[in-house]
């Protein structure tokens, strides 16, 4: 599970693709997984780096992380 | 992917965490701001007249009906105060059908309001909330005789809808010796569409001045007043002021005719509340006319008739919606949070259209308890019911509720309480908070055994 390449993220969470010309905002967290993914953290990591960092139980964690992909999936933002 | 986490590759000691809020992506649509072109700001509600919604949830559970009495007793006296500050005499009877739990109706009547009933079990719920016959008004097309022949006998007003009700209603009151005191509910061209021909007698055509004066030529009737009721949710004060003069002139040459003083004109109800219709392009708190706007033009057009200032008959206000719309809420919780193929986000919480009928006409807001952050996505919210038309809100702005979390909509004390159905679920219980900000229970949850005591089974289906 990879972000396309071509990405960019600001730091105020608006995520921009040149591909399709399309521009998100994204909240803080989001951000942060975007972010990780970018650096190259697989899944796992990023949702142990998550759960680290927030008062927040691993099946909500796990929903949460899971729809969130499934977004970035569904607006052409990952390679498969 | 995986979803197991590794072990040992935790923080070593635990550091304070972080608040956690689900990730959202929200496609940014550039040159399209939202239709009020303003920022999607989520309002929060955790309080209902200084009483904690959470607290009320931990004792009473979800979903939940909860209507305040702080807030019937200021609308009410907002509307009377509207009235009577402009016309010397004013009286409102509270429409049952709006709202007929009893304690709602005791506080409506402890404000002076008569009773306005449709039914016979309306009536009889009227006269246990201890209105005398002689304050109660009797709308609507279906009266029985056993109906009847109580309200001739209590001498309540009979406000005739055909002329069979005319003729049927003469000739009980014959065989019972008495007169009826009876009204005309009228329907009228005041300029609003659709206009509500179905009910009463027409004006414009004379057929209502043709019953009108039969009625006055009958031995066992006495007409008290003139009634119509134009329709609901009725943004137009002009409409009111057109009305208005209509039943004055009405009522002028009834007396030009007959020598006779209607003792009343009852001008119904139909005021909009502050809900947002569906479609409508600006929120219904920024459309809904003041009770001062109403009653200005309505009384104006009262007083600038040929209506003798010395024998101003009653004005009869028969409000709805408008007088309690405001004081009631539902609380529920999420269950669910689904994603729909299209992308969009899917709520479904635990109150449905069973006990949320107006939602089909209304853009009910479905406000948080608590707010982690100001995000939000777009969402359709449903409600629990396995059927498609459960639909609470399309498409809305909504903050990322997780399972469980609390949800209040406001604004739904209105027809809800009645026309609530037994459909799939059993109806929730309904709270009132006092002015003392005591919490009451008044209406109980059903339970399964009070529905299945109703029925009965054939033998040959027995065993
Ligand atoms: C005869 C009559 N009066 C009053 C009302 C109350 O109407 P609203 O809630 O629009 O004020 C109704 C409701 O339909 C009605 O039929």
Known sequence: MKLKRNIAISENGFLFNPETGDSFLLNPIAREIVNFLKEGNDVADVKQLLFDRYEVDLVTLEKNLEDFLEMLQHNELLDR | MSFFLKENNSIPNQMEKLEYERPIINKVNAGMPDKFGMSTRVPVMSHIEEVAIKDIMDQYGSPLYVISEPCIRNTYRQAQKAFASRYPRVQFAWSYKTNYLNAVCKIFHS?????????????????????????????????????????INDGAMVHLDSLDEFYFLGELAQNLNKKAKVALRINLDAGIYPQWDRFGFNLENGEAWHVLTRVML???????????????????????????????????????????????????????????????????????????????????????????????????LECGRALVDDAGFILGRVLANKRLVDGRRATVIDVGVNMLFTSFWYEHDVLPTRLKSEQTEN????????????????????????????VVIPRIGAYNMTQWMQFIKLRPPVLLIDEDRKVHLIRKQETYEQFNAMETIPEHLKT
């Open chain 2, 111 to 151: 404000e002076g309001a008569w009773a306005e009933v449709v039914s016979g079990f309306e009536y009889s719920k009227a006269v246990e909330n201890g209105i005398s016959g002689d304050q109660i008004i009797f709308n609507g097309p279906e009266k029985s005789k056993a109906d009847l022949e109580r309200a």
């Open chain 2, 218 to 316: 009958h031995d066992y009737m006495e007409l008290l007043g003139l009634h119509t009721h134009m329709g609901t949710y009725i943004t137009a004060v002009s409409a009111y002021a057109i009305a208005a003069k209509k039943m004055a002139d009405l009522a002028i040459r009834l007396f030009r005719k007959f020598n006779h003083s209607v003792k009343y004109l009852d001008l119904g109800g139909g005021f909009a509340s502050k809900n947002t219709l569906k479609g409508a392009y600006l929120p219904g708190s920024d459309t809904c006319p003041s009770f001062d706007d109403y009653a200005e033009a309505l009384t104006s057009a009262l007083l600038a008739s040929e209506l003798p200032p010395e024998r101003l008959p009653l004005l009869i």
């Open chain 2, 379 to 406: 969402t359709t919210i449903y409600g629990p019911l396995c059927m498609n038309i459960d639909v609470i809100r399309e498409a809305v702005q909504f903050p990322l509720l997780q399972r469980g979390d609390a």
